[in-house]
């Protein structure tokens, strides 16, 4: 089994930035790809970014420069920084790892940004 924890959620002002944190624990040989996803309130959960072990990093169209996902291979972390934070990325954030072909998801954490 394999867990996911994030952490770095909040409240922040537009403009503002913040950081989230990911861990992955557990029995893990292997990590494919992570990344972030989010949903807001009454939307589908959609791709924020991602990371796969090789370095490739892929962005949503939304991000536009904003976003810059990091991962650490060695810790099976991956973060990601958000800067110049709009009220449209409010949202729930879920972490999500593809280990060994198989899909896990962290708990999410709450962004909410302020106008």
């Known amino acids: 089994q394999v867990q996911l924890v994030e952490s770095g959620g909040g409240l922040v002002q537009a403009g503002g930035s913040l950081r989230l944190s990911c861990a992955a624990s557990g029995t893990i040989f292997s990590i494919n790809a992570m990344g972030w996803y989010r949903q807001a309130p009454g939307k589908q959960r959609e791709l924020v970014a991602t990371?796969?072990?090789?370095?490739?990093?892929n962005y949503a169209d939304f991000v536009q420069g904003r976003f810059t996902i990091s991962r650490e291979n060695a810790k099976n972390t991956v973060d990601l920084l958000m800067n110049s934070l709009k009220p449209e990325d409010t949202a729930v954030y879920y972490c999500r790892a593809r280990v060994s072909g198989a899909i896990y998801w962290g708990q999410g954490t709450q962004v909410t940004v302020s106008s």
């Open positions: 990371s796969t072990s090789a370095g490739s990093t």
